[in-house]
């Protein structure tokens, strides 16, 4: 196992998660399967699809979502261009991004891939350090919302205008 960048800050990173029953699923590396299992779904019940819930992960940070962003279905969700508009013969095929949690874009998978391995190798403290999020829009609002969930602190830094 690697070692951590800073054991103190790792250890309170991990004192933080347990302090508010945080999960940040370091699994999720390895892809969904490794994370979503039926009991872990299940788990969420009520929880809505937009809640900055500390099981959410489980949920949203993968294209399996179903169209009621709530049950996981086996293939994401897609749809297809014919050529008459897209005037080539090519079937194009195009994932849908509206079934993840909180901000309805795919720009959270891109945050917690960001913000996860910083926090699980020790090199992001979240009981003093803040998450900036730089973009002119859906990636900090991912990031805002990964913060939320993850129980870290964030802001969306945003161009003037």
């Known amino acids: 196992m690697p070692r951590a960048v800073d054991a103190s800050v790792l250890e309170r990173a991990v004192g933080r998660f347990r302090e508010r029953h945080r999960a940040s699923h370091p699994r999720a590396a390895r892809g ?34 179903g169209a009621d962003r709530r049950s996981r279905v086996p293939v994401p969700g897609t749809s297809s261009c014919r050529s008459a508009l897209t005037g080539v013969e090519a079937r194009i095929v195009v994932a849908l991004g509206d079934r993840f949690p909180m901000i309805g874009a795919h720009k ?15 090199g992001f403290d979240p009981t003093q350090q803040r998450a900036v999020w730089p973009s002119t829009g859906n990636y900090c609002r991912g990031g805002v919302a990964i913060s939320r969930i993850m129980g870290c602190r964030g802001v969306a830094v945003l161009p003037r205008g």
Do not use: M
Not at 41 to 55: I, K, N, S
Not at 108 to 122: E, H, M, Q, T
């Open 108 to 122: 959270v998978l891109a945050a917690y891939g960001c913000l996860v391995p910083r926090i699980v190798s020790g």
């Open 32 to 65: 969904p399967e490794h994370v979503l299992r039926p009991c872990d779904t299940a788990a969420l019940g009520g929880v809505e699809p937009d809640a900055a819930h500390p099981r959410q992960p489980v949920r949203g940070i993968h294209w399996y979502n």
